[in-house]
Nanobody
Framework: QVQLVESGGGLVQAGGSLRLSCAAS????????MGWYRQAPGKQRDFVAR???????NYADSVKGRFAISRDNAKNTVYLQMNSLKPEDTAVYYC????????????????WGQGTQVTVSS
């Protein structure tokens, strides 16, 4: 089993910055892809950014140029640096990962964190 724990959320003024962290723990053999998603009240959960084991990244158009995703494989941790924040960025941000666990290495399983609140004031 793999557990994902997000941290770093909070309240920030428009134009400010925030960095989110997501630490994976458990009997991890390896982690393939890690990413961030967000969901505002009453809305769908949307893709924000992802990064694979080789460091290749993808971003949603709405955050491209403002957000940056990175990972530390030794720590099994993924980060999301958020700059030039806007009120429309307000949402609960969720960490997601595809991971292999010891004893089950034939295929990767998908895991979600509990989320961290990000609120951007106008």
């Amino acid at each position: 089993q793999v557990q994902l724990v997000e941290s770093g959320g909070g309240l920030v003024q428009a134009g400010g910055s925030l960095r989110l962290s997501c630490a994976a723990s458990g009997s991890i053999f390896s982690i393939n892809v890690m990413g961030w998603y967000r969901q505002a009240p009453g809305k769908q959960r949307d893709f924000v950014a992802r990064i694979d084991s080789g460091g290749s990244t993808n971003y949603a158009d709405s955050v491209k140029g403002r957000f940056a995703i990175s990972r530390d494989n030794a720590k099994n941790t993924v980060y999301l640096q958020m700059n030039s924040l806007k009120p429309e960025d307000t949402a609960v941000y969720y960490c997601n990962a595809d991971a292999y666990v010891y004893g089950v290495v034939h295929y990767a399983r998908n895991y979600w964190g509990q989320g961290t609140q990000v609120t951007v004031s106008s």
